[in-house]
């Protein structure tokens, strides 16, 4: 499944700073679910616990981004806006089933765009779950605030907006939001740490630009702004690898996971699964992960029991963000 990309009159004008810097990916690879192209085994990762639920909902954004996985905007629909009954649904599945879930996570294009997303976050809360929330903390958010004062007084710290600020400089989110998005953007942050509650910001490296440069940069700019952020704290500050699908990078086979030292049970799929609710079908379904919602070969089933089996890492996101990048969505 493909969706169409469409640019708003804000979109970056050129390309985007942080695009990944690789030749194209050769088209025999990620093509078997088993098979590298090389003939060896590819890896899988088994769900050992569902921690963290995901609801896209839904890709319509008041942004364009340069190079957004997922190619929300203002006209794309191709994940429509999940409602709050199917969101229920799942919630009572968790509830019925005993899945020990302790996080729900929240993204989009931008979940305040959602008519139904305060009253979702409003029982998701309820319910006694943590929400995470990603946003862009511009006017979709801005709207809402009195709702959130409450949610705030009502379930405290239950509660964390994660913001996306591509950079720590004007020109380096700009380059990738558009123009015009970076007041906005950290205006909401502001009102939002004024405001005690718990956030956290999703921020990128440039080319060449270090994890000390970038962290000390967003120090700076927290403190400049009175923001209450520890940029030294990776679950405050979260600095995630560039994706594109398109460009090269190794597949991850069976013998990777000694060859890097890595445990397949700290890959994001192992525990994490995203709801997703696709233009033209019924129902909502359930994919590996938040970052794969249109291949069908992520669709995990309609159901968190029929998703709870082992995801083939037959993706360049696999590789690039997850094995090789160390990256994870949830808090």
């Not at 590819?42 to 954004?61: H, K």
């Not at 929240?106 to 029982?123: A, Q, Y």
């Not at 192992?270 to 992520?298: N, Q």
């Amino acid at each position: 499944m493909t969706s169409p990309r469409t640019k708003s009159r804000n979109a970056p004008q050129g390309p985007s700073p942080f695009r990944v810097e690789a030749g194209a990916l050769p088209p025999e690879k990620f093509s078997d679910p088993n098979w590298t192209a090389k003939g060896e085994r590819r890896a899988s990762v088994p769900q050992t616990a569902l921690e963290t639920l995901w609801f896209n909902t839904g890709t319509l954004c008041n942004l364009a981004c340069a190079t957004c996985y997922i190619e929300s905007s203002p006209t794309n629909d191709a994940l429509v806006y999940i409602s709050a009954g199917h969101v229920a649904e799942y919630l009572d599945e968790i509830a019925a089933k005993q899945i020990p879930t302790r996080e729900i996570g929240f993204t989009g294009g931008e979940p305040f765009m959602n008519p139904e997303f305060v009253r979702i976050l409003t029982d998701t809360l309820g319910r006694g779950f943590d929400a995470l929330v990603l946003s862009n903390a511009m006017k979709p958010m801005r709207r809402h605030e009195a709702a959130l004062l409450d949610l705030r007084e009502r379930f405290g710290g239950k509660l964390t907006i994660r913001v996306s600020l591509d950079h720590h400089t004007q020109a380096g989110h700009e380059g990738e939001r558009g123009p015009q998005s970076w007041e906005q953007g950290l205006n909401g942050l502001q009102w939002l740490s004024d405001n005690g509650f718990d956030i956290a910001v999703a921020g990128r490296m440039l080319p060449g630009e270090s994890m000390d440069e970038a962290r000390g940069g967003y120090a700076r700019l927290f403190a400049e702004a009175r923001i209450t952020i520890d940029a030294h704290d990776p679950v405050q500050l979260v600095l995630f690898p560039e994706m594109d699908a398109t460009k090269d990078i190794a597949e991850i086979t069976v013998d990777c996971w000694s060859i890097l030292g890595q445990n397949p049970a700290d890959i994001m799929c192992a525990t994490s699964r995203m709801v997703v609710h696709r233009k033209g079908e019924a129902a909502p379904r359930v994919a590996a992960c938040t970052l794969i919602p249109y291949d069908d070969g992520f669709d995990m089933g309609a159901t968190l029991e029929e998703a709870s089996q082992d995801v083939s890492l037959n993706h360049p996101h696999c590789a690039r963000f997850c094995v090789l990048g160390g990256a994870n969505c949830s808090a």
